[in-house]
């Protein structure tokens, strides 16, 4: 091992994750990130978890670790949800700006979907941002095809083989298949203003 290694400081536990250093800790997070009620409880949760390890290394006792960061694991829900009703925290607002990013990358509705559930997104916001998203599918499915040359994008006209790879490859981004055919259906130039006025909005 590195003789540096050996002489290098162990971060230490400093203060206990209480519902003060917790909100602290929130507004730091909120004011670099977008982010949902569930995903900032997530985030105060993974700091209680470092503080235990960090105190456990310390030599602390044990009980009271678990007992602190027991404590902290309650007091991160309630951070997040206080700031979620002050308004610091809107998933609403966080869902429709993520559809629209993901949309515009040409993220299917479905995989904005499954996004959004991995972010932990209140089921309302996120039917509301997926009822948006799906009104512009085609333009989503051809910016899909835009990245990848493919479609009306390609540098020369498909022949059938090159459109049954388009195909699945917009069925395994989980556009329906009338979307997906649309989609590569629509003549180069038609196909890019189409792409480009969906972006201006």
Known sequence: MDKREDRRPRPQAGRPPDAAVLREAALRHLARFAATEAGLA???????????????????????IARIAAAGRAAALEVAHRLAQAGAVDDAAFAAARARRLQQGGRSRRAIAAHLAAKGVAASAAEAALAEAAADELAAAL???????????????????????????????????????????LPPGEAEERLLASRRG
Do not use: S
């Open 42 to 64: 997530r985030v105060l949760q993974r700091r209680v978890a470092r503080w235990a390890q960090r105190a456990e290394a310390e030599g602390q006792d044990g009980a009271a």
């Open 143 to 185: 910016g899909h095809l835009r990245r990848r040359r493919a479609g009306p994008f390609a540098a020369t006209p498909p022949d059938a083989a090159a459109r049954l790879k388009a195909m699945a490859a917009l069925a395994r981004a989980g556009f329906p298949r009338e979307v997906a055919e649309r989609a590569l259906d």
